[in-house]
């Protein structure tokens, strides 16, 4: 079965370390995406990508970073400059961009927690 | 800027129908949709609406638009223990890369 696969699905870190989570897709979707979910605040964007090579910021890029080195692939580093980087991050991807109706397709999350 | 609401609470007796309000700000969305999510785990793509429709049907679901408001609807007929979870509502805004997300609702169910 197609789907979106995110790991590890719990990850603790220690503050000042770099952190990077995977998110691999095999529904061969061009673009992936990657949210920060927090109580009661909804979905906000970090990064996206609409063509391997290329990804663009999102709303909160500020400390993360990514990669697009394979269509399948998007992971997230989180650095040791996001200020509050302890949350739910989700992965998603569409088959193209949201000008058609190209809905997302999640991942089921990493719960990360740095102390 | 785009920015979709919803309020962050509902409970209903089960077997009641529920109905999970949204609003959004950006008249140039052609696509709105309803995601839900469970406990620990991703969104998952409810159904959705093209903007030139005012009804959508699907099963226990519907959804109603009223576009000149800005205002969508979603309205789950007898409501199930199993409809526990948190509705997003969303927006595919004038941006063709981003889809815009409220914050969520979550549907609680009394016996």
């Known amino acids: ?115 | 800027g785009e920015d979709v609401e919803q309020s962050l609470f509902l409970s209903v007796r089960e077997g009641d129908s529920s109905v999970i309000n949204c609003t959004y700000t950006d008249s140039s969305s052609t696509y709105l949709y309803w995601y839900k999510q469970e406990p620990g785990a991703g969104l998952q793509l409810l159904t959705y609406i093209f903007s030139n429709m005012d009804m959508k049907q699907d099963q226990r679901l519907t959804v109603l638009l009223n576009k000149k408001d800005k205002h969508l609807s979603l309205r789950i007929a007898d409501t199930q223990t199993g409809d526990s979870a948190i509705y997003f509502c969303a927006e595919n805004g004038s941006s063709a890369s981003k889809i815009i997300f409220g914050s969520g609702t979550r549907l609680s169910i009394r016996p």
């Open chain 1, 1 to 115: 079965d197609g789907g979106i696969t995110q790991s590890p699905k719990y990850l603790f870190r220690k503050e000042g370390q770099n952190v990077t989570l995977s998110c691999e897709q095999n529904l061969n979707h061009d673009a992936m995406y990657w949210y920060r979910q927090d109580p009661g605040q909804g979905l906000r964007l970090i990064y996206y990508s609409q063509i391997v090579n290329d990804f663009q910021k999102g709303d909160i890029a500020e400390g993360y970073s990514v990669s697009r080195e394979k269509k399948e692939s998007f992971p997230l580093t989180v650095t040791s400059a996001q200020k509050n980087p302890t949350a739910f991050y989700l992965c998603a991807s569409s088959a193209r961009d949201g000008s058609y109706n190209s809905p997302l397709h999640f991942g089921n999350g990493t719960r990360l927690t740095v102390t």
